[in-house]
């Protein structure tokens, strides 16, 4: 594979599992907050970009290259409010999925279209994870500042479906 190509997954490898943190960091605070269905969403969401990451990972073994696991710096802890939190991921996300446009751009460059048609799998998943962080800041606004919808909102989210680590499903 191109260097800049496998250099670039490197990155992004890194960056999935930044995102991790950041859920898992988010989810902590909504431990502290007693919403456990914010909680449990922020997790599943940790589990996925770890799934992410090693896709990545074992991509770039099948390709018979070397993918490496790099460190970072720490993800934000505090927050003033869920709402604050969600809007953060969503801008995470959009800087996430420019990444993997970005990515996409340097295949097909390079004519390397067995790893474009990898891609294709991250750029429809970003579509999705856009949507969802989206759809919890929405019903965030409109439930505003009443605990009762914000406890009807809590035990929705509760409800997300487990992760499933072969096919990476899950909302
Ligand atoms: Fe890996 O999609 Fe979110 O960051």
Do not use: C
């Not at 269905?37 to 599943?44: R, T």
């Not at 409109?142 to 909102?153: A, I, T």
């Amino acid at each position: 594979m191109n260097k800049k190509l496998v250099d670039a997954i490197n990155e992004q490898i890194k960056y999935e599992f930044f995102s991790a943190f950041l859920y898992l960091a988010m989810a902590s605070y909504a431990s502290e907050l007693e919403m456990t269905g914010f909680e449990a969403w922020l997790k599943a969401q940790a589990a996925e970009e770890q799934f992410h990451a090693t896709k990545f990972i074992d991509y770039l073994h099948e390709r018979n290259e070397r993918a490496l696991v790099k460190g970072f710096e720490d993800p934000k802890n505090d927050y003033t409010s869920l709402l604050e939190a969600f809007e953060d991921g969503l801008a995470h996300e959009k800087i996430v999925t420019s990444r993997i446009n970005n990515l996409m751009k340097i295949a097909l460059e390079d004519n390397d279209y067995a790893t474009a048609n990898f891609l294709n799998w991250y750029v429809n998943e970003q579509v999705e994870e856009e949507a969802s962080f989206t759809t919890v800041i929405n019903k965030l606004k409109m439930v505003g500042s009443s605990p009762m919808g914000l406890y009807q909102l809590d035990k929705e989210l509760g409800g997300r479906q487990g992760f499933t680590p072969s096919t990476g499903a899950g909302q």
